[in-house]
């Protein structure tokens, strides 16, 4: 039965003789007490009955009795800890009716040799400051929004009128929040992400996660897709852009998004990954992976930025798929190579971008391609884009299904978002767990 410390603590006050249910009722009391009063509280020891373990005699005191200890840190320490207690001998001690099962107060001190806290700093007191569950779910909220401690903290304490009404310190805000973190991540990176993907499947079936490991073992590269992707893709997979541009940690490890559009052109996520690298092998093995998770069913149009390795892990796994290259990077590659023609950089980059979006006729397009290297002097960008014409040129995407999608752009989008509240030192679960807030809340606004 939960005792209601408030009214023990107002209409009683400890004497001798005074009985309690048990040890933890008692407890509760003098924590409740000490709060009302102004002083810290301290279990100072109890006795324990042998075979069934249970508290015959305990004390409670002020936390200030006694002395602390020599301080064990270097002597160079430049700021010892300072010396705080004064050897209060306000106790209250109990003792077990061995009759009744109860405990009674045996022993009392009330006067304290030491100034008590105010009104005004009663929330101070380490033993008074606590954190309700609402007030856990808040600082929770406020973090995933990406809300730092100091503001969420702020934010908190004026919604209660300020400080003296709110029932933690900021340092309690965030040792809650470091103490989750290492809640989440009790079995380390791997086994907590683990855990995190069974308990997906747990919650429905469909979802789909794989791992690729490394010659040591070691987790390399990982894709994951929840039951609405998997959905999503049956429905709207004929299109698909694939960006890897985003790095999620300080190590800068890629994160790659297949994304695409539905029947109101509103960006859909069917796939995510977490890659070591970027080579062929761990391209070739997640796009294999993407494909098991979807039933094989390759898209008929896919746009990836222009990376070798990428590009050839597309050309091995997605053979009945059309392979075109984002238009935005190729403009952005053309605004770096084509802006050194310090006489015609305006003009060369409307000739590029006509090349790009406006000829539908191949020999204008070649003519025009034409015209364009003759107004630069080093051509070798040029000559390498163009042997990739058929990936970006208008001209000879006349029977390509894009559904109008010419980039990745879906891609960088979905990245600004998360973006938006990431953080460089975010764990692999919180990471997860972010982009899972991300996605969802794509859905909700689709």
Known sequence: MEVDRESLVSNLVPHVGMEFGNSDEAWMFWLSYGGQKGFEVRKRYTNRRKPDGKVTSCRYVCGNEGHRGKDQRDHLTKCPR???????????????????????????????????????TLHLMVSQRKISDLQAFEIETANDAGIGPKAAHELASRQVGGSINLTYTLRDHKNYLRSKRQQEMAYGQAGSMLMFFQDKIAENPSFQYALQMDCEEQIANIFWADAKMITDYAHFGDVVSFDTTFGTNKESRPFGVFVGFNNFRETIVFGAALMYDETFESFKWLFETFLKAHNGRQPK?????????????????????????????????????????????????????????????????????????????????????????????????????????????????????????????????RFL????????????MN
């Not at 106790?91 to 009104?119: F, I, S």
């Not at 305006?346 to 025009?368: G, H, P, Q, R, V």
């Not at 972010?434 to 809340?441: A, C, D, L, P, S």
């Open 301 to 429: 149009t896919m746009y990836t930025d222009q990376d070798f390795a990428m590009g050839k892990a597309v050309g091995e796994v997605f053979l009945e798929t059309w392979h075109g290259l984002c238009t935005f990077h190729i403009m952005q590659n053309a605004i770096k190579h084509l802006t050194q023609e310090k006489n015609e950089e305006s003009s060369i980059l409307s000739y590029f971008s006509a090349c790009m979006y406006e000829y539908e006729d191949e020999a204008k397009f070649e003519e025009a391609f034409d015209m364009m290297r003759k107004k630069v002097s080093k051509q070798t960008w040029l000559d390498s884009i163009y042997k990739l014409k058929e990936k970006w040129a208008e001209c000879y995407m006349k029977d390509v299904f894009t559904l109008g999608m010419r980039s990745t752009q879906l891609s960088e989008s979905l990245n600004n978002d998360l973006k938006i509240h990431f953080k460089s030192n975010f764990d692999i679960i």
């Open 82 to 120: 300072a010396e705080t207690r004064t050897d209060c001998q306000v106790r209250m001690g109990l003792a077990m009716d061995r009759k009744k099962g109860n405990y009674k107060v045996t022993e009392l001190v009330l006067e304290h040799n030491h100034a008590l806290h105010l009104p005004q």
């Open 433 to 444: 767990k972010h982009f899972e807030r991300v996605v969802q809340g794509k859905k909700i």
